[in-house]
């Protein structure tokens, strides 16, 4: 498979030869696959259900069945709905820290009635998307997204150490040495698969990093296949599985992520017109592309999955290959359904000690911090600028950090002020909107 030949495919509506599109399909899977499955598994474990549960199995599939179903969305589309370029859907690692707070203090029926109505929001800016570019510059962009990173940082240490503050954590078995050995094996085999290898393996380097903690945890005596055996072959879907709960409090934080969520997604379908086919994304696609990402959050909601949104390393892999085609990516969309309609695989991955995914998001979670930075280099460090990345971030990881500190507020103003991501943003946006720009 020659560059020369892949360069040929940069029309969205081109199809590579069947032998190229399978694997080009299974390569976008491999790329996203850790990632998309990790937020529900956080989410689940704040709401307090057990590890390798049925319970958490059924998230861990609805998020892949939707990752695959908003990915047809994108590249099919229906009407208007849908960029039609080859921009693969997944669950977002931005609404992580919001709907793990949700989920562990009003629990998941008040998360994913959030997760329905913001959706439907973010549907609905898929109208006006180009007109609120505006409020969103990198400095707000890039401050939201660095706040999230170093939000989950720390419980990708909990992880990685044996536990999480929603588990129970054995005092003699919390941080050690064979925790540790795995966490590590699972970062170490990462980081060298994915710089001393090139193209589908490199691209899978956290994916085959987990599978060598998972083998070695296994070698250790610390992996449980019981739920594995239990688990039926096709997947049950609820809808509203934990019934339909509103807060306003949840809703407003989950919808102002949802706005950052669609301005990346305009940002990605920027990028993937420019790095396939040399071009700038037109309205229309800009257009599809929210109306999309909305349309499966709410759809995924309905049915226990978390919100979903385009993910950024699956537009590498177009830059990569040169391949356009949005055809390749609806293979991808295929497999991620076949995968979510299979509970056994949803089950195999619930079986994964903590340490191994522990291991995985140190990687992932300082990737997001990183991707936050990278979009601040965008940024004039003036005084003005770094003014507002120290006040935003000071209050926004502060309050989250030390929550008592406005125990006394209304119940929707405190869910939102220790969100970590909603304070971040609002003042982030308020304080560039109100400071003068520097002479």
């Known amino acids: 498979m020659s560059d020369t030949t892949l360069g040929a495919y940069s029309d969205p509506n081109t199809t590579p030869p069947l032998g190229q599109t399978v694997p080009l399909g299974l390569q976008h899977v491999l790329a996203m696959f850790a990632s998309n499955v990790t937020p529900s598994i956080i989410v689940a474990g704040a709401a307090g259900l057990a590890f390798g549960s049925a319970e958490q199995i059924y998230l861990i599939q609805m998020a892949m069945l939707f990752a695959g179903v908003a990915t047809l969305f994108q590249t099919v589309g229906i009407g208007p709905i849908g960029a039609r370029l080859p921009i693969m859907q997944g669950t977002s690692f931005a609404f992580v820290g919001v709907l793990a707070g949700v989920a562990a203090t009003q629990g998941l029926g008040v998360a994913l009635t959030a997760c329905i109505i913001g959706g439907t929001v973010h549907f609905l800016l ?3 998307i180009q007109n609120l570019r505006w409020l969103f510059p990198p400095l707000v962009t890039g401050l939201v997204i660095l706040a999230i990173g170093l939000y989950l940082i720390p419980v990708a240490i909990k992880y990685a150490a044996g536990g999480a503050a929603q588990f129970q954590m054995e005092a003699e078995s919390f941080g050690s040495l064979k925790h540790w050995s795995v966490a590590l094996t699972v970062v170490i085999v990462s980081l060298l698969v994915k710089f001393y290898t090139k193209g589908f393996v490199s691209n899978a380097a956290i994916l085959i990093g987990l599978i060598c903690g998972y083998v070695l945890a296994f070698i250790l005596g610390m992996v449980n296949f ?59 696609e800009i257009a599809g592309a929210t109306y999309a990402d909305g349309l499966g959050t709410a759809v995924a909601g309905v049915f226990g999955g978390l919100p979903n949104t385009s993910f950024s390393q699956n537009v590498g892999i177009v830059g990569m290959t040169g391949v356009m085609s949005r055809h390749v990516v609806t293979v991808a969309g295929l497999i991620m359904i076949i995968c979510g309609l299979l509970p056994k695989i949803g089950a195999i991955i619930a079986s994964m000690p903590l340490p191994v995914l522990g291991g995985g998001v140190i990687v992932m979670f300082g990737m997001v911090a990183a991707a936050g930075l990278n979009m601040l280099t965008e940024v004039k460090m003036n005084r003005r600028n770094m003014i507002i990345i120290a006040v935003s971030l000071s209050a926004g990881l502060g ?21 970590a991501v909603a304070p971040t943003a609002i003042i982030a946006i308020a304080l560039n909107l109100i400071l003068p720009d520097e002479i």
């Open 126 to 128: 898929g109208s006006v």
């Open 226 to 284: 019981g739920p594995v055996a239990g688990a039926s072959w096709i997947t049950s879907i609820q809808p509203l599985p934990y019934g339909f709960e509103f807060s306003l409090g949840a809703v407003i934080a989950v919808t102002l992520v949802s706005i950052v969520s669609a301005i990346e997604t305009v940002g990605d379908a920027s990028a993937t017109t420019k790095a396939g086919a040399g071009r700038q994304a037109t309205d229309a």
């Open 399 to 419: 309050l989250n950090l030390v929550p008592t500190a406005v125990q006394y507020l209304p119940g929707v103003v405190k869910t939102l002020m220790t969100s």
